[in-house]
């Protein structure tokens, strides 16, 4: 596995030390220090990528504001064909860009290989678009006038991502930017580069035979500073950024003091409403897959079960018999079910979570572990774990990214949909039940504060399709399917005058 990971990172020309820093058409070189790039499924370092400096930064600026005056005036489905290549080439990488995903991040080969097709669906989707950027007509209060809409890009769109999905969010972002018109300069996570990297060669291949001009897939890397660097700048409208609420605040806050865009998807806590007339056979599996998948480290992870009295015990009972099946080990062989956390900082904040869960009042019923020995060498393993607990604990309210999940108790749904929206967060929940009341109830105004609200489907797993984002803490940007491509445009009401008369608008005479 290994080995062929490493074929694919030198058939895109990434060896053992890399430039970070692109304009999508030259690598640039950099005078600041490497980062280096840790598989967590071995520990091993697998390669290095220079972090990128004041003046790559510049050049990586200036190209993107350059290319945004072209390829703006490429008609859109034309830069949908482009797209529509990218996926096509995403296909064919399909199974090697999953793997690196899978050996970089540490999420199962299978979700790794989702992640891509989710690359994959958002690029269609993204073409489909690129011929329906439509903006409404409406009727003029004024005799022999015309009024529309339009919609143009915004110009150069700063995109930061984060590690647990070091390819898919980036695609969500700059697939729908481009076809929109927009140029891109991409942050991503410095826990995983070489995914940024391996992209930015596919992207990059793709522009050149079509000729898009350099600048509309700029790469930078590096850690916060240059975050700090694109949330600051004023040459770029539109910052999207996903990761933890505590960036989301940093970003938002300099973005928004220089009156930018930003488009926020931060932190979740997202809980599973199980309810007496829940079909156990699918809350169960929903609800250790939401727990447990990727580790616990998705934005969408199911960190909070609210159980109804009447079936607490035996949902209780089949959750932990589920759990000793669970086995966690290297997420390349697929008899495996649990990865590694992306590091030891990762696995100490999983095991600060459960220290101060105890001294809270928390009881595990599974409790969690850091694993050794054999297989487990780069300590990044961890043990998911399953505890009792009350809404008013503290860490309750936290989003741990790992996987721990809380059992809450309760008695009247609306006792439960207060509970599910108790906490800072809003991105992702459901509710297991065959009670049509109870589901139209938790959907409704009263229901979920959610920015997704599903029902008998877990909290994670979201398709492209829908608009993907949350409330509150979350930070109440959409990125993604729907009109989430708005976001990414300028919207322009233009009225016109074919009358041989100014008529002003409220029928304010003004006689000269
Ligand atoms: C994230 O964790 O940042 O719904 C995104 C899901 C995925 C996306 C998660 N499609 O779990």
New binding site residues.
């Given amino acids: 596995f290994y080995i062929k990971t490493m074929e694919f990172l030198q058939q895109l020309n990434i060896g053992p030390e890399n430039a970070g820093t692109s304009t999508g058409g030259k690598w640039l070189p950099s005078g600041a220090p490497a980062i280096a790039s840790f598989s967590p499924v071995d520990g091993k370092r697998i390669a290095t990528v220079t972090a990128t400096d004041k003046a790559g930064y510049e050049a990586v600026i200036t190209a993107a504001r350059q290319a945004f005056i072209e390829w703006r005036t490429w008609p859109s489905p034309r830069r949908g064909e482009v797209v529509r290549q990218i996926g096509e080439a995403l296909r064919q990488n399909k199974q090697a860009l999953g793997r690196l995903v899978s050996y970089e991040m540490g999420k199962s080969l299978q979700e790794g290989l989702g992640e891509v097709q989710?690359m994959i669906d958002i690029c269609d989707l993204a073409v489909g678009l690129s011929r329906q950027l439509n903006g409404l007509t409406m009727h003029s209060e004024r005799p022999a006038h015309r009024m529309y809409e339009q919609w143009h890009p915004l110009g150069v769109v700063g995109i930061i991502s984060?590690f647990?999905?070091p390819v898919?969010?980036w695609s969500w972002n700059s697939m729908i930017a481009w076809v929109c018109g927009n140029t891109c300069v991409w942050k991503p996570s410095e826990k995983t580069p070489l995914c940024a990297l391996a992209c930015q060669h596919i992207v990059a291949a793709v522009f050149k035979a079509n000729n898009v001009p350099e600048g509309v897939c700029g790469l930078v890397t590096g850690d916060r500073e240059i975050g700090e660097w694109l949330a600051a700048d004023t040459r770029i409208p539109l910052i999207s950024a996903?990761g933890s609420t505590r960036m989301g605040k940093a970003v938002g806050t300099a973005v928004a003091s220089r009156l930018g865009k930003s488009l926020l998807?931060l932190g979740g806590n997202n809980a599973i409403i199980i309810s007496a007339d829940a079909d156990l056979n699918i809350a169960i599996p929903g609800a250790v897959f939401g727990a447990v998948g990727t580790a616990g480290q998705?934005?969408?992870t199911t960190r909070r079960l609210i159980i109804h009295d009447a079936v607490y015990d035996s949902v209780k009972d089949k959750l932990t018999a589920a759990y000793g099946q669970l086995s966690i080990g290297d997420p390349l062989n697929e008899q495996n079910h649990v990865g590694p956390l992306i590091d030891t900082d990762a696995v100490k904040a999983y095991q600060m979570a459960i220290a101060a869960g105890k001294q809270q009042g928390c009881r595990f019923l599974v409790e969690g572990e850091v694993l050794a020995g054999d297989g487990f060498e780069s300590g990044c393993y961890v043990r998911p774990c399953i505890a009792e607990a009350d809404p008013a604990y503290p860490i309750v309210a936290q989003e741990t990214f790992a996987p721990i999940l809380y059992l809450l108790r309760y008695k009247t749904l609306d006792e439960a949909i207060a509970i599910q929206n108790g906490v800072p967060q809003g991105l992702?929940s459901s509710i297991m039940t065959l009670n049509l009341r109870e589901a139209e109830q938790f959907l409704s105004v009263a229901g979920s504060d959610c920015g997704i609200a599903n029902v008998n489907i877990g909290t994670?797993?979201?398709e492209i399709g829908g608009a993907?984002g949350g409330e509150k803490e979350t930070g109440g940007g959409r990125e993604s399917g729907s009109d989430a491509w708005k976001a990414y445009m300028r919207r322009q009401t233009n009225t016109i005058n074919y009358s041989t008369q100014l008529p002003l608008a409220q029928g304010i005479k003004f006689n000269l």
């Fill in positions: 989710e984060a647990n999905f898919a969010v996903t998807e998705r934005c969408t992702s994670s797993g979201a993907f």
